[in-house]
Structures are given as C-alpha cells and as structure tokens.
C-alpha cells in the first residue's frame, strides 16, 4: 500500500472506532418512545420540569418521566448522527475502492496490451499467444465485445 492509502485506512479506522465507542457509551432509549417527534419529546420534557404537565401514572415522578424523555432524544440524535457518520465512511470508501479498482484495471490492460506486442512477436502457436488468447475470452465474458461504431449519415 501506498503512504496515501495507508493515511486513508487510518483516518477511517479511526472513524469508525470513535463510531463504535461513542455507540457504546449512550444509553438505550425508553422502549415505546423511539419512534416519537423529537420536538415533541422535547416540549413534553420542559412541561414535566415546569409542572404544566403531570405524569399520567403515579409511579414516577415527572422528573423521572422528562429524564426519559431526554435520554431517548440524546439516543435518537445520536443514531441520526451515527447513521450519517457511517453513510460518509462508506462513501468514502467507495471512492477510495473505484480509485483503487480503475488502477488495477489500467495495469491489466497494460498487461494485456504488452502481452499482445509479444504475441506478435513470437507468433501464433506461442504460449504467450494462447495466453493472450485466454485472456481475450475473459475479457468478453465479463465485459462483452465492444459494439462497432456505426457510420456516421453525412
């Protein structure tokens, strides 16, 4: 690998350990209140604290019902920040690959092109000629012939 690529891998390991531990340090949220407006859990939050508002059961206080409410925004923002985080990883990644693929690609047509001149060279019954010849099957088979340009109409 290069000194630039291996820069690359770094900084992406080291996104997606922080990634990873900053997943682990949040704490679950409140089950039944995932899916609930962000904002509203909010508002609902500020009027337990006020006492404009009081809990439905008797059970908790609405200290503890606006602490929940808390905690399972701070997880959505969290799994919101942590889903956009991982989508820019992968992007990134994507574009350090096709990078990687387009230049491995390139060397092989080289090769295939090199091949050919010594094909020629050696002649028809030559094993870098039916090696060449090998190759040229492959190619189709992964990537078809290459259709013939058309004339053009004056």
């Not at 949220?29 to 809990?55: F, H, I, N, Q, V």
């Not at 091949?115 to 028809?124: E, I, S, V, Y």
Request: hydrophobic letters at 40%.
């Amino acid at each position: 690998m290069t000194p630039e690529q291996l820069a690359v891998k770094a900084a992406l390991q080291e996104r997606t350990d922080a990634l990873v531990r900053r997943m682990d340090e949040i704490s679950p949220p409140e089950p039944g209140l995932e899916d609930a407006s962000l904002t509203k859990m909010r508002r609902t939050a500020a009027r337990l604290r006020s006492g404009k508002l009081r809990p439905p059961a008797m059970d908790i206080t609405p200290e503890e019902l606006a602490e929940a409410l808390e905690r399972t925004v701070r997880w959505r923002e969290m799994m919101n920040w942590a889903l956009a985080e991982a989508a820019d990883i992968m992007r990134t990644i994507e574009i350090v690959c096709g990078r990687e693929e387009t230049r491995l690609l390139n060397d092989c047509l080289t090769v295939f092109h090199e091949g050919r001149r010594l094909a020629k060279a050696a002649g028809p019954d030559s094993k870098v000629a039916k090696c060449v010849e090998a190759m040229q099957r492959a190619w189709r088979v992964s990537y078809g012939r290459v259709p013939k340009a058309k004339p053009r109409k004056p």
